[in-house]
């Protein structure tokens, strides 16, 4: 399935841009992408802290993803 | 009540049917503290003391840097090197007359946070780094606070309320802190001018509209913006299930992975002959009293430990600084005072003090 994610802050820097578009089989879920993430973009493993919303709410491990769902991952910054 | 002369000058805010004179007469009721006076708490207190809340108190242990005018709009040029809560109770005052200003020239820390906020009805966090955002958060958890929380990094930008009426807070959103270097400030990493001003006048926002009882406060929500695209998301932020219990206040130095060792915070008496053999480019200070400093000297910049308070202005944040004094137990005491009042990070003990020294040669 096809997953568009938006991405903040540090995990902007990470990616390389605001919006990217991905591949995931059809019954991946939060953890599957997280892992996907690491795989292809190492720093994230730095980011313990990292929460993933799906759509409007954050999500945990276990959920399902599900095609054109929006991945909105907003890492903590710190600046004022 | 509202006077004669505040019904004039509150006038615009009068004629709007869901404010009125109830919601003006909450603000002037309210107790509100604003931590940090750079860039976010510029467009918060500005607008805070215009629409006429009745006492702000404001901390910050900074001094204006030039680099700060870029965005923190509370200071002109000639204030450049003057204390940052001092400036700034002059520049509300001015504004608004009707407000009580409370300033603290100190930075918040473990020890001073839950008697400077209990007296206030809702934080603000204006501040720039990851320890003190959880300390604000824990302080507000502890004393049951609402907490306004704004933070910004070059170009984006987060706005939420938390703990309000029991309602989840920032270790909900983000448990545990990044690593250091992935978590760097305005000072490392830069920010665009215009942003704190955007993310700050939307936790003014939200400050009066929880204050004056209108409209849906952004409880239990986290908006983030993307200024280069405008790009603006609105995310629920549930309740963690397993969620870290905050029963006191906490060393966030030590949590957030910043502080640092001891004996990295020393220099030897063998290390500082170098240093000053080499010509390396650091700041000497020495924190005894000017009779001490008659009798022997390395040459150092005198800023008596008695009297250092009045020297935070003149002191380098940016290059290494070595403190000294004559057995190493005064600029330990300086060192402490600096780094916990001041913030500053860059400064390292002469370990033994000028005694050791001559006794090497």
Redesign the interface.
């Known amino acids: 399935m096809n997953l568009k994610i938006l991405s903040f802050g540090i995990a902007k820097e990470i990616i390389g841009q605001l919006e990217l578009s991905v591949q995931l089989s059809d019954s991946a879920t939060v953890a599957d992408l997280k892992q996907f993430l690491i795989a292809q973009f190492p720093d994230f493993q730095k980011l313990s802290s990292l929460r993933v919303a799906i759509n409007t709410e954050y999500a945990d491990d276990s959920t399902l993803l599900h095609s054109n769902d929006e991945i909105v991952l907003i890492p903590p910054v710190s600046g004022g | 009540m509202l006077t004669t002369d505040e019904l004039r000058r509150y006038n615009r805010h009068l004629l709007i049917p869901e404010f009125g004179s109830a919601g003006q007469e909450r603000l002037k009721a309210a107790q509100v503290l604003v931590i ?1 006076c ?4 510029s467009p918060i207190l500005l607008y805070l003391a215009a629409a006429g809340v009745g006492t702000l108190g404001i901390i910050d242990g900074d001094r204006v840097d030039e680099s700060n005018l870029q965005r923190q709009i509370l200071y002109g040029t000639e204030s450049i090197g003057k204390a940052k809560v001092e400036e700034t109770a002059k520049r509300l005052q001015s504004l608004n007359p009707f407000c009580t200003i409370e300033p603290y020239f100190e930075q918040l820390t473990s020890k001073n946070a839950l008697t400077i906020l209990e007296k206030y009805d809702l934080i603000i ?6 320890p003190t ?1 959880y300390l604000v958060n824990d302080a507000c958890v502890l004393l049951s606070k609402p907490l306004i929380y ?4 070059r170009f ?3 706005v939420s309320i938390f703990n309000y009426q029991n309602s989840p807070n920032y270790r909900d ?7 250091p ?6 000072a490392e ?1 830069g ?1 665009l001018g215009v942003l ?1 001003g955007i993310i700050g006048s939307l936790q003014a926002n939200e400050a009066i509209k929880l204050l004056a009882g209108i409209g849906e406060p952004l409880v239990g929500k ?1 908006f ?1 913006m ?1 200024a ?2 405008l ?1 603006t ?6 309740r963690l ?1 397993a969620r870290f219990i905050i029963d006191k206040l906490i060393d966030y130095d030590e949590f957030c992975g910043i502080k640092t060792p001891d004996w990295e915070m020393e220099v030897t008496p063998e290390q500082l002959a170098e240093m000053l053999k080499n010509n390396l480019d650091f700041q000497l200070i020495d924190v005894r009293e000017a009779n001490e400093y008659a009798v022997d000297n390395l040459g150092g910049e005198l800023m008596p430990l008695s009297v250092l308070t009045d020297f935070t202005g003149q002191i380098n944040r940016e290059k290494l600084v070595v403190i000294h004094c004559q057995s190493g137990m005064r600029s330990q005491k300086a060192i402490q005072q600096l780094r916990e009042q001041h913030g500053f990070m860059n400064l390292k003990n002469l370990k033994g003090g000028l005694a050791a020294f001559r006794k090497m040669h």
């Not at chain 2, 750079?38 to 708490?41: A, C, H």
């Not at chain 2, 270097?181 to 305005?186: G, M, V």
């Not at chain 2, 998301?233 to 549930?238: F, L």
């Open positions: 940090g750079g860039g976010l708490g966090d204006g501040s720039d780094n990851f955002r704004g933070a910004i990094y984006e930008g987060q959103l983000f448990p545990t802190p990044p690593p270097e992935l978590a760097p400030n305005c990493a920010v704190p986290l983030v993307d280069l695209t790009t998301r609105i995310i629920k932020i549930p299930p």
